[in-house]
């Protein structure tokens, strides 16, 4: 039963491939199935992977900017001419650019920033990068987002390291976790998922980045190798780092063992028919490749890094965890999956609390919070 209408406006950078980008669409079609007028504000369409996925209701604004220290404009006229009230941002630079706005033009705003990374190792990776957002990007988010109405952190341990970075929000953060996709739901509910033929690979997700640490995977494949003489890795993704993780493979000897997949729009089939989905990050925001893996019946290996994988896996039930950076604890725990079986209704009960039509419930409370 649709409520009475409310106005709810949500920003982000882009509709591109990413986590928060899937979390943004996912609670902005609740919104709108629940009978809120939904405003969803974007930078810019150069990527828009997730733009059919989202609802026909929800009435979608491109600020036409390349990068959000661009946005200053477009952006003040979209406040000063709709007035919202309350705005969900999904960006670390778009949180900061708001409360900037916010402060110099005495707009009546409530800014509700979800915090889409461990903060304090992105702001260490921030240091490193070049002069604009060393000495500018990073001092705007150290300073600003303290002026935030309230956090929303995706994991306990997110929150635990957000309120040691800013003690004054410990009041004004709470956790709610991401949600998986409806997309994946609405598969799961329609398809036989028990009866799936496994295929003789394990799998990796994500960006191929120094933070997703693919590197450990590839030296964990080389540890279970010979144990294992059909088995196959498959690296789905891009980024700056394929030409070296290829170089590492090559080294090791695996590249004919190794599939580098690249990008992949519909993800679904890769989960599963995998053996096992693993996670070598240094730090993550909250895995949700994690997740998905596990509703779609595979098991899943994971460093316990910050954060989110200690309160995602279920030891024997939907997975193992690792040792951070421990190698050889990786090379058991996957020899250790693989043989494995896995019951898929008790592994489907592990992540029960991360449906979607319960996290759209604690939104909505957040929202509710702020009249």
Same mark, same amino acid.
């Given at each position: ?49 997730? !733009?059919? $996925? &989202?609802?026909?209701? +929800?009435?979608?604004?491109?600020? @036409? ?6 946005? *200053? /404009? ?29 402060? !110099?033009? $005495? &707009?009546?705003?409530? +800014?509700?920033?979800?915090?889409? @990374? ?6 260490? *990776? /921030? ?245």
């Amino acid at each position: 039963m649709k409520i009475n209408k409310h106005k709810i406006v949500l920003l982000i950078n882009s509709l591109a491939g990413g986590g928060a980008e899937g979390v943004c669409v996912s609670i902005a079609n609740s919104f709108a199935a629940n009978g809120y007028e939904v405003d969803l504000i974007v930078l810019n369409l150069n990527n828009e992977v997730y !733009l059919n $996925r &989202l609802s026909k209701e +929800i009435n979608l604004i491109v600020l @036409n900017v390349n990068n959000a220290r661009y946005s *200053f /404009l477009s952006l003040l006229k979209y406040l000063i001419k709709n007035k919202p009230k309350k705005i969900i941002v999904f960006s670390y630079e778009l949180s900061a650019i708001l409360v900037i706005l916010r402060s !110099l033009f $005495r &707009l009546k705003i409530k +800014i509700i920033s979800r915090n889409i @990374n461990t903060l304090s190792k992105k702001i260490k *990776f /921030l240091e490193q990068q070049n002069f604009w957002i060393r000495y500018v990007v990073k001092n705007l988010i150290y300073y600003s987002y303290q002026k935030i109405d309230y956090v929303i952190n995706q994991c306990y341990a997110m929150k635990e390291d957000l309120n040691k970075l800013y003690p004054q929000l410990s009041h004004k953060s709470g956790v709610i976790y991401n949600p998986i996709s409806n997309h994946i739901l609405d598969y799961v509910n329609l398809n036989d998922i028990k009866n799936v033929k496994k295929e003789n690979y394990i799998l990796c997700v994500g960006r191929l980045e120094k933070q997703k640490a693919f590197h450990y995977a590839i030296e964990g494949f080389a540890r279970i190798k010979n144990k294992f003489p059909s088995l196959r890795l498959k690296i789905l993704g891009e980024g700056s780092l394929e030409k070296e993780l290829k170089q590492k493979a090559n080294d090791l000897k695996l590249l004919d063992r190794i599939d580098f997949e690249g990008f992949q729009k519909n993800i679904i089939p890769y989960y599963l028919h995998a053996r096992a989905t693993v996670l070598t990050s240094f730090y993550e925001g909250f895995p949700n490749s994690l997740l998905e893996s596990i509703i779609l019946g595979t098991p899943v290996v994971s460093f316990d890094c910050l954060c989110g994988p200690n309160e995602i896996i279920k030891k024997g039930i939907n997975g193992y965890l690792v040792k951070q950076e421990d190698i050889s604890d990786l090379e058991n725990k996957l020899s250790l999956v693989i043989k494995s079986r896995f019951d898929i209704e008790k592994m489907s009960l592990t992540v029960e609390k991360f449906k979607l039509d319960k996290i759209f419930k604690h939104y909505q409370k957040i929202l509710n919070s702020f009249t």
